[in-house]
């Protein structure tokens, strides 16, 4: 499975930034697909996540009401629509693939190559 992001870039803190993310490859019938971030000199944490059917997704509480995730099944994609945002939420976001919804980096078994959110004051 190949796992690629589009997106990122710089911007000003209140601003806006779009992530996709684009799965391919031999999928299974029933996975979820998230993003993660890591900042310098921080662990890698879990942003948002949302399962296959859509019906269920989740959010960090520090990017609640901000950040909205959605998918597109026909297409195997994944967006994070970024709004908003902190200076806080700057680091290399990651799109992840894996068997459910799931909260750590182990729980999951494909990731991209990471994109750079960068937020400036």
């Known amino acids: 499975v190949q796992v690629i992001e589009s997106g990122g870039g710089l911007v000003q803190a209140g601003g806006s930034l779009r992530l996709s993310c684009a799965a391919s490859?031999?999928?299974?019938?029933?996975?979820?697909m998230g993003w993660f971030r890591q900042a310098p000199g921080r662990e890698r944490e879990i942003v948002a996540a949302?399962?296959?059917?859509?019906?269920?997704?989740y959010y960090q509480d520090s990017v609640k009401g901000r950040f909205t995730i959605s998918s597109d099944n026909a297409k195997n994609t994944v967006t994070l629509q970024m709004n908003n945002l902190k200076t806080e939420d700057t680091a290399v976001y990651y799109c992840v693939v894996g068997p459910a919804l799931a909260y750590y980096t182990k729980q999951y078994t494909y990731w991209g190559q990471g994109t750079q959110v960068t937020v400036s004051s």
């Open positions: 490859g031999r999928t299974s019938s029933t996975y979820t």
């Open positions: 949302i399962t296959r059917s859509g019906a269920t997704t």
